[in-house]
């Protein structure tokens, strides 16, 4: 009987510290200290030798409006992307996240287009790449909503087998940067 309940006290024990450990490691990786950078309409931004530019204009409605009704206004949002740096050349991911948000602090999630340019192994130096996007936001906002854009700090030169080792992720620099695009 006493083997029995120390068998559970350690299965107990080694289940908790397990969850404390996991849980840790989520709130570093979601989380995350945030150092937002103001970019004036119509200006670049800079994080890590890579610029960033960004246009919000209302897009035609597809045909049927998704099943929406005039309460909605359909955004094309069009990101590019430019290293200005070699050092940086291997940042080919998209940004981590990106998203509209209004002065009330709402969110709406911007989809990225399937037809983006994304060289995988490698970005040409001074070239320009396109992120183009979508979003579908409240008509009263469509004319306020202003991008948050969080570049990835992924390198196409990490080894695979590296982004699975917790030591190697924690000393990777992390995504805090967060590009704000103002509208006017």
């Known amino acids: 009987?006493?083997?029995?309940?120390?068998?559970?006290?350690?299965?107990?024990?080694?289940?908790?510290?397990?969850?404390?450990?996991?849980?840790?490691?989520?709130?570093?990786?979601?989380q995350d200290?945030?150092?937002?950078?103001?970019?004036?309409?119509?200006?670049?931004?800079?994080?890590?030798?890579v610029e960033?530019?960004?246009a919000i204009k209302p897009m035609k409605m597809p045909a049927g409006n998704g099943g929406y009704g005039p309460e909605v206004t359909w955004l094309e949002v069009n990101v590019t992307k430019k290293v200005l740096d070699a050092s940086s050349a291997t940042m080919t991911a998209?940004?981590?996240?990106?998203?509209?948000?209004?002065?009330?602090?709402?969110?709406?999630?911007?989809?990225?287009?399937t037809d983006a340019e994304?060289?995988?192994?490698?970005?040409?130096?001074?070239?320009?790449?396109?992120?183009?996007?979508?979003?579908?936001?409240p008509t009263k906002v469509a004319d306020?909503?202003?991008?948050?854009?969080?570049?990835?700090?992924?390198?196409?030169?990490t080894p695979t087998e590296d982004l699975f080792k917790r030591d190697v992720v924690e000393k990777m620099p992390q995504d805090t940067e967060v590009l704000r695009f103002r509208r006017r």
Do not use: C
């Open 144 to 157: 306020e909503v202003e991008l948050l854009l969080r570049p990835s700090n992924y390198r196409a030169d």
């Open 1 to 30: 009987m006493l083997i029995g309940v120390g068998a559970v006290l350690v299965s107990l024990l080694i289940t908790g510290a397990q969850t404390y450990d996991g849980y840790g490691f989520y709130t570093v990786q979601t």
């Open 94 to 113: 998209f940004p981590r996240d990106m998203k509209l948000t209004d002065r009330a602090g709402r969110t709406w999630v911007v989809e990225v287009s």
């Open 33 to 49: 200290e945030t150092k937002e950078i103001v970019v004036a309409a119509g200006q670049a931004g800079t994080v890590n030798k």
């Open 118 to 137: 994304r060289p995988t192994e490698r970005l040409e130096v001074g070239k320009t790449y396109r992120i183009p996007g979508g979003a579908i936001v």
């Open 52 to 54: 960033w530019t960004a």
